[in-house]
C-alpha cells in the first residue's frame, strides 16, 4: 500500500508564495515518478508538474517559470513551491505517485488565491 498526505494549501493573496508537501509512504522507493496535479471547481484535474527519480522535472505552460518541483528522496518527500500565484491557480492540488504501473493519489490540499 501507498499513502500520500498533501499539506502546505490555504488562502493566499494574489502574487504570493506557497509550498506544498507531499509525504509519500508505504510500499515505495526513491524511484518511483511523482507529482503534482490540480483540479479547479467545474474542471477537469489537470498536470501542474511532475518529477522523476532522477530529478528530471516537467511543467505545465501555466507553471513554467513560477512553480519549481523538488524531492527529497531520502524523506520520500515531494515539494511544489509556487510563486506570484494567481487567481486562476486557485484549486484542490493533488499529489500523486506511479509505482508499477498504478498511480495512487493523495487527497489533496486546497489553495486559494485571492485577488
Known amino acids: 500500500q501507498v499513502q500520500l498526505v498533501e499539506s502546505g494549501g490555504g488562502l493566499v493573496q494574489a502574487g504570493g508564495s506557497l509550498r506544498l508537501t507531499c509525504a509519500a509512504s508505504?510500499?515505495?522507493?526513491?524511484?518511483?515518478?511523482m507529482g503534482w496535479y490540480r483540479q479547479a471547481p467545474g474542471k477537469q484535474r489537470e498536470l501542474v508538474a511532475r518529477i522523476t527519480s532522477g530529478s528530471t522535472t516537467a511543467y505545465a505552460d501555466s507553471a513554467k517559470g513560477r512553480f519549481t518541483i523538488s524531492r527529497d528522496s531520502a524523506k520520500n518527500t515531494v515539494y511544489l513551491q509556487m510563486n506570484s500565484l494567481k487567481p486562476e491557480d486557485t484549486a484542490v492540488y493533488y499529489c500523486?505517485?506511479?509505482?508499477?504501473?498504478?498511480?495512487?493519489w493523495g487527497k489533496g490540499t486546497l489553495v486559494t488565491v485571492s485577488s
Open positions: 508505504g510500499s515505495i522507493s526513491s524511484i518511483n515518478p
Open positions: 500523486n505517485l506511479l509505482r508499477l504501473g498504478i498511480t495512487y
